[in-house]
Nanobody, 121 residues
């Protein structure tokens, strides 16, 4: 069993930055970030492979968000720059999907509780 704990959410103005962290209690492999806005389905944001050297991003965040993984600390980060109001939502960390299914929420075995990100205009 793996426990994931997110941190780093908050309220920021448009154009600002936030850095989310997700610490895993056990060894994890491929990891991802998803987000869910009120009244919308959970959507893929970014994923990183077990070694931290291969990444994948949703088109809506490419060039603004960076996912990274500290393998030694078993922690994944999401650096979010140039935030927009449409980035508002609860951000979830997820772990242990096959790389072929990292874009799909059902592909992950473990989920964190989520952290709120609110971007004001």
């Amino acid at each position: 069993q793996v426990h994931l704990a997110e941190s780093g959410g908050g309220l920021v103005q448009a154009g600002g930055s936030l850095r989310l962290s997700c610490a895993a209690s056990g060894r994890t492999f491929n990891m991802g970030w998803f987000r869910q806005a009120p009244g919308k389905e959970r959507e893929f944001v970014a994923a990183v492979n077990w070694g931290g050297d291969v990444t994948n991003y949703a088109d809506s965040v490419k060039g603004r968000f960076t996912i990274s993984k500290d393998v030694a600390k078993n922690t994944v980060y999401l650096q979010m720059n140039n935030l927009k109001p449409e980035d508002t939502g609860v951000y979830y960390c997820a772990a242990d999907a096959r790389w072929t299914t990292v874009l799909q929420s059902h592909g992950y075995d473990y989920w964190g509780q989520g952290t709120q990100v609110t971007v004001s205009s």
